[in-house]
């Protein structure tokens, strides 16, 4: 009786903090249609989300911000989750696919593709930040090797491979005459140029990877334990640890394919949610998910009056807000060892 009123009195706290941050979302998405370059009634803004208007505001609305917010919290919802993967896998709190070369694989690849195939599609563009994904990975866990010290390496490796795929990235386009504005825009991470023909090419990625690792739950629990304790209990540790890989390049190569390698969002919410809820992954997977998209929903939102009127990358405010948090994180531990 006294334990399920000690767990009892921990759920609500937790739903709570759940349901609130479903709310500031919505609240988000609602500032994100109502306020930015053109100035938006709140009829208008009523109307236009209910479809009863098809004037030049409506569209407006319809067209431009409302699949902007969208892609906001799925590629932030996508980037949070691919960042909590990474850390499970590699047991290494500083983990992210930006900073383990992921990103800058996938960013890499995307830009070859639109030079040399720029009537290729964004499908095919897709396709391209897989392949990079997965080599930049490749790269970074082949360099690092085995052994105890592999995660140490996997992070040193991970940034070297991470800067130097980026300078090739930007080489690439410096030295093409035609590199456009709106890939050096891309190339920061922005969200200005999303529309429903991207919110519905990300879709079956998003659906899929969220369906995967609400799957994998039970499994991604192993990642917690120590290899040879897992291995022991006669687990196929390396599957589970495989299978993240991939559904980490699923889900952070398809978003930088859309929306350019977004920083920081990967590394600080998993961190941000586990101080919240602590480290239930059936309570700490959704809430990291919630987190995400709030966190690019309202970076986006803010990355609008930077230069007003004129349109920012979202990956101005992410870094500005992630930069310092990963110095924290990384004074933390190195003052826990």
């Not at 035609?178 to 200005?192: K, R």
């Not at 589970?240 to 929306?259: D, Q, Y």
Request: positive net charge; aromatic residues 10%.
């Amino acid at each position: 009786m006294e334990h399920a009123y000690k767990k009892q009195s921990r759920t609500w706290p937790l739903l709570f903090l759940f349901s609130a941050s479903v709310l500031i979302m919505l609240v988000g998405i609602v500032c994100s249609l109502k306020w930015g370059q053109s100035h938006v009634s709140w009829r208008t803004l009523w109307e236009a989300i209910t479809f009863q208007g098809s004037d030049k505001a409506h569209l407006y609305i319809q067209t431009l911000r409302l699949p902007r917010a969208l892609m906001a919290c799925i590629v932030g919802i996508q980037l949070a989750l691919a960042g909590l993967l990474t850390q499970l896998t590699t047991k290494n709190p500083l983990a992210s696919p930006h900073i383990f070369g992921i990103n800058a694989g996938a960013a890499l690849a995307v830009v070859v593709g639109l030079v040399a195939l720029p009537h290729f599609g964004n499908f095919g563009l897709i396709g391209f930040a897989f392949v990079g994904a997965a080599l930049g990975a490749l790269l970074v866990w082949s360099l690092a090797g085995t052994g105890n010290k592999q995660y140490v390496r996997l992070a040193l490796a991970g940034i070297t491979i991470h800067f130097l795929l980026s300078s090739l990235t930007e080489g690439f386009i410096l030295m093409n005459q035609q590199a456009t504005d709106s890939m050096i825009f891309w190339l920061v991470g922005s969200l200005n140029q999303a529309a429903w023909s991207d919110v519905r090419l990300i879709l079956p990625f998003f659906i899929g990877g969220a369906l995967l690792f609400s799957l994998m739950l039970p499994s991604l629990r192993l990642l917690l334990l120590d290899d040879e304790i897992a291995a022991g209990l006669g687990q196929r540790i390396n599957i589970v640890r495989g299978i993240s890989i991939l559904l980490v390049i699923v889900l952070a190569g398809s978003a930088v394919a859309l929306c350019g390698p977004i920083g920081f969002v990967c590394l600080i919410v998993p961190h941000i949610a586990r101080a919240l809820v602590g480290s239930n992954l059936t309570i700490l997977g959704p809430f990291t998910a919630v987190l995400g998209g709030i966190l690019l929903l309202y970076a986006d939102f803010l990355s609008r009056f930077i230069a007003f009127p004129f349109e920012s990358p979202v990956g101005i405010v992410t870094a500005a807000v992630g930069a310092p948090y990963f110095i924290y994180l990384a004074r933390k531990q190195g003052g826990a060892r």
